[in-house]
């Protein structure tokens, strides 16, 4: 296995950098950061001084190194398709911000682009590197929980207008969605991950009243959602997500089965199996990022992915969330998103999910 130092260029210098910035830090002996980008030159100063890692002016200062290996794209949803063809197109690995894209086709196009390129793409969706992840993925894959039931997962946390009051935050052209795309895409990944895609979903989705009250709100996306979905092996299962709850509580995945049951609230694992058996695991149930900071977490699993990306790369295998497997949150999403709007139209509240 290879064990080169990486030269990586960033591009997207906003909120969601920071933890970007110190796992480049902390990885400073695998990395080799040539320059971080925006257009802005405010932000790129600012970013500096906070971080004192090296910016440039230019993309194309980035794009156009012979000796770049690859980039991290954090910019906003709607700009993914487009920045991502044009890495490809330089011969550049991507680890990309969540989500996607801002639509279905531009997802597909982003995957479609790295795969036709040879290249390695990368996702963003740090929940599966949390030790109790991990813990109850294993268990799920050995059977301690039996046949699967009865799931459900809840991701009631709290976004005040202020943020929502941002140019382009919460708006469908620019996120390409609310709740589920922006906020619950990381968890609703995580329950992907452990139980896979469901076949049917029916449900609803909604503006709540606490924007569409507020003129300073830019937002036409959902943030109350509520959802039943039928999988295959007889399993029901329910999601409720919003940013409406004040003042935030811990992201929780419940799954029972005939064996025992399991609890994931924020990264604290409770597991009770029927033969008396107990186990923990992972840190306590704070909320970690659910409340009026959304950036109120620590950087210890976007290092995780960080990481993860460059042993993919030197090993020459797929990234543990690649484009492929970060289709199966957006496929999921969309059929939400599809049965919440059937439903509106009169024309039914159930649709079939599909593959991505």
């Given at each position: 296995?290879?064990?080169?130092?990486?030269?990586i260029?960033?591009?997207?210098?906003g909120?969601?950098?920071?933890?970007?910035?110190?796992?480049?830090?902390?990885?400073?002996?695998?990395?080799?950061?040539?320059?971080?980008?925006?257009?802005?030159?405010?932000?790129?100063?600012?970013?500096?001084?906070?971080?004192?890692?090296?910016?440039?002016?230019?993309?194309?200062?980035?794009?156009?190194?012979?000796?770049?290996?690859?980039?991290?794209?954090?910019?906003?949803?709607?700009?993914?398709?487009?920045?991502?063809?044009?890495?490809a197109?330089?011969?550049?690995?991507?680890?990309?911000?969540?989500?996607?894209?801002?639509?279905?086709?531009?997802?597909?196009?982003?995957?479609?682009?790295?795969?036709?390129?040879?290249?390695?793409?990368?996702?963003v969706?740090?929940?599966?590197?949390?030790?109790?992840?991990?813990?109850?993925?294993?268990?799920?894959?050995?059977?301690?929980?039996?046949?699967?039931?009865?799931?459900?997962?809840?991701?009631?946390?709290?976004?005040?207008?202020?943020?929502?009051?941002?140019?382009?935050?919460?708006?469908?052209?620019?996120?390409g969605?609310?709740?589920?795309?922006?906020?619950?895409?990381?968890?609703?990944?995580?329950?992907?991950?452990?139980?896979?895609?469901?076949?049917?979903?029916?449900?609803?989705?909604?503006?709540?009243?606490?924007?569409?009250?507020?003129p300073?709100?830019?937002?036409?996306?959902?943030?109350?959602?509520?959802?039943?979905l039928?999988?295959?092996?007889?399993?029901?299962?329910?999601?409720?997500?919003?940013?409406?709850?004040?003042?935030?509580?811990?992201?929780?995945?419940?799954?029972a089965?005939?064996?025992?049951?399991?609890?994931?609230?924020?990264?604290?694992?409770?597991?009770?199996?029927?033969?008396?058996?107990?186990?923990?695991?992972?840190?306590?149930?704070?909320?970690?990022?659910?409340?009026?900071?959304?950036?109120?977490?620590?950087h210890?699993?976007?290092?995780?992915?960080?990481?993860?990306?460059?042993?993919?790369?030197?090993?020459?295998?797929?990234?543990?969330?690649?484009?492929?497997e970060?289709?199966?949150?957006?496929?999921?999403?969309?059929?939400?998103?599809?049965?919440?709007?059937?439903?509106?139209?009169?024309?039914?509240?159930?649709?079939?999910?599909?593959?991505?």
């Open positions: 296995m290879s064990t080169q130092r990486r030269r260029g960033v591009v997207g210098l909120m969601a950098s920071a933890p970007h910035a110190q796992s480049l830090i902390d990885l400073a002996g695998r990395v080799e950061v040539a320059g971080c980008f925006s257009p802005s030159a405010d932000r790129r100063a600012a970013f500096a001084a906070r971080h004192g890692l090296p910016v440039v002016d230019r993309l194309e200062s980035l794009l156009e190194d012979p000796a770049l290996s690859a980039v991290l794209l954090l910019t906003p949803p709607d700009s993914h398709a487009g920045l991502v063809a044009r890495c197109a330089a011969g550049k690995h991507v680890l990309l911000e969540k989500p996607l894209d801002a639509t279905p086709e531009g997802a597909r196009a982003v995957v479609s682009a790295m795969e036709d390129a040879g290249l390695t793409l990368g996702v969706l740090q929940h599966r590197f949390r030790d109790s992840v991990e813990r109850l993925a294993a268990l799920m894959r050995d059977g301690a929980l039996g046949r699967p039931l009865t799931a459900a997962v809840s991701v009631r946390w709290w976004r005040d207008n202020a943020y929502y009051a941002q140019p382009g935050r919460g708006m469908k052209a620019r996120d969605g609310g709740v589920l795309l922006t906020q619950a895409i990381h968890t609703l990944d995580a329950f992907v991950g452990l139980v896979g895609l469901p076949e049917r979903i029916a449900g609803f989705a909604a503006t709540s009243v606490l924007r569409t009250s507020d300073a709100v830019g937002m036409d996306t959902e943030d109350v959602v509520a959802t039943a039928r999988y295959g092996n007889g399993m029901l299962a329910t999601v409720n997500a919003t940013t409406a709850v004040h003042p935030g509580y811990p992201e929780r995945i419940e799954i089965g005939t064996g025992g049951s399991a609890v994931l609230a924020g990264d604290r694992l409770e597991v009770q199996l029927v033969n008396g058996e107990r186990m923990t695991a992972g840190a306590d149930g704070a909320t970690l990022g659910g409340g009026a900071d959304p950036m109120a977490f620590s210890q699993h976007h290092r995780a992915v960080l990481s993860d990306f460059l042993d993919a790369l030197d090993e020459g295998r797929r990234p543990r969330v690649d484009g492929r970060a289709l199966k949150v957006h496929r999921l999403i969309e059929a939400m998103l599809e049965a919440s709007g059937l439903e509106a139209s009169g024309r039914g509240a159930s649709v079939e999910v599909g593959t991505p």
